[in-house]
């Protein structure tokens, strides 16, 4: 299988100040990647390049095997249509409602009939388990559960083969936090989705990660399954993982605890 998401020798750099060096990343198919690391360590920087939207000072990042940066302006658009963005708070369209916000990227396409479009937003207001008679709603309107869940069927709503989340249950109560990472699961496995993600939620982070890339330092500090990660001493993994929280929320994955190799000296 070749790769899904390549970056290769990747450096970011604002004026003196280096975000990353020297760094690479590998994504296959249907894997769910998160990109976890403290503030100023990048990730996020690092979820844009992937995206196109910042140019590395040097290194090269490709999505389905081809470059984004120094490729033709429509080969990078084809490229953005097999892939969707789910951004952080959900970043709706707060002048257009529910149906309106699903249907836009649809529409910017100028492919679709509107009937065409009409069934493409019901079949993502399904998937995601939102009552067709939302579709009328302005966001104004709407509770932080359901701005998620709306958002992620707008990134859904092309189809994608390649979806990218923004810490996604910032902000959400442990209630709707659980029930929208289960809605990820199971989107994942029913469409056979490749996921990067980014986000600080440890208990997201277990459910959901076939691998985690932990950056500090300005590269990825180690880059693997969770039992990889944790198993890794740095100050960093000691204070995320293996707090009294990480302690928590890893304690819900059978057998991954083990005394001594917990212990913070």
Request: proline share 4%; net charge neutral; glycine share 8%.
């Amino acid at each position: 299988m070749n790769p899904i998401v390549e970056v290769q020798g990747l450096w970011t750099q604002f004026g003196d100040h280096i975000v990353h060096k020297d760094l690479n990343l590998t994504v296959m198919p249907g894997e769910v990647v998160s990109l976890v690391g403290g503030s100023g360590s990048g990730k996020t920087t690092l979820m844009r390049q992937i995206l196109g939207l910042e140019t590395p000072a040097r290194g090269m990042v490709k999505v389905f095997g081809i470059p984004l940066h120094g490729s033709s302006s429509q080969m990078v658009q084809k490229i953005r249509k097999r892939w969707g963005v789910l951004f952080q708070e959900g970043a709706l369209y707060s002048a257009l409602s529910v149906y309106d916000n699903i249907a836009l990227p649809l529409r910017e396409l100028r492919a679709f009939d509107e009937d065409f479009i009409h069934d493409m937003v019901m079949l993502k207001l399904d998937m995601v388990d939102i009552e067709r008679r939302h579709a009328g709603k302005m966001p104004a309107d709407l509770s932080g559960g359901m701005i998620k869940r709306i958002a992620l069927a707008r990134a859904l709503v092309l189809e994608p083969e390649l979806v990218f989340l923004d810490e996604p249950t910032a902000g959400l109560d442990p209630d709707r936090s659980e029930s929208f990472v289960k809605l990820i699961r199971s989107l994942h496995q029913k469409l056979n989705l490749t996921v990067v993600m980014v986000t600080h939620d440890l208990d997201t982070l277990v459910s959901l990660s076939d691998k985690i890339a932990v950056l500090a330092e300005q590269k990825l500090i180690v880059y693997g399954s969770l039992r990889e990660a944790i198993a890794v001493k740095h100050p960093f993994i000691l204070n995320f993982f293996l707090g009294e929280r990480g302690l928590r929320a890893l304690s819900a994955v059978g057998g991954l605890l083990k005394p001594n190799l917990y212990e913070k000296n």
